[in-house]
């Protein structure tokens, strides 16, 4: 069982900036990427941003050049700095990670944290 644990979201006017964290327990070589997701209130969840062991990342279109993502692969830690907040990026921030066995890809689930920015 893989445990994921987020770290850094708080309350933040906009133009303002955070750096979320992600840990994840388990094998580092077992590691198939990881990723960042958000829900805001009244709407489903959507990928904020992800990058795979070898370093490709995506990221949503609304949020390229604000939202930077990270990783050290060796302590299974992902990172998100978050730029130039808006009042629209409040929302539950969760970490996901993926995780190989016997060829097979698992997905992980962190608890979230929250992210509000305020006007």
């Known amino acids: 069982q893989v445990q994921v644990v987020e770290s850094g979201g708080g309350s933040v006017q906009a133009g303002g900036s955070l750096k979320l964290s992600c840990v994840a327990s388990?094998?580092?070589?077992?590691?198939?990427?990881m990723g960042w997701y958000r829900q805001a209130p009244g709407k489903e969840r959507e990928l904020v941003s992800s990058i795979s062991r070898d370093g490709t990342t995506t990221y949503a279109d609304s949020l390229k050049g604000r939202f930077t993502i990270s990783q050290n692969n060796a302590k299974n830690t992902l990172y998100l700095l978050l730029n130039s907040l808006k009042t629209d990026d409040t929302a539950v921030y969760y970490c996901?990670?993926?995780?190989?066995?016997?060829?097979?890809?698992?997905?992980?689930w962190g608890q979230g944290t929250q992210v509000t920015v305020s006007s």
């Open positions: 388990g094998d580092v070589f077992s590691s198939c990427g």
């Open positions: 996901r990670a993926c995780w190989l066995r016997r060829g097979d890809e698992y997905y992980y």
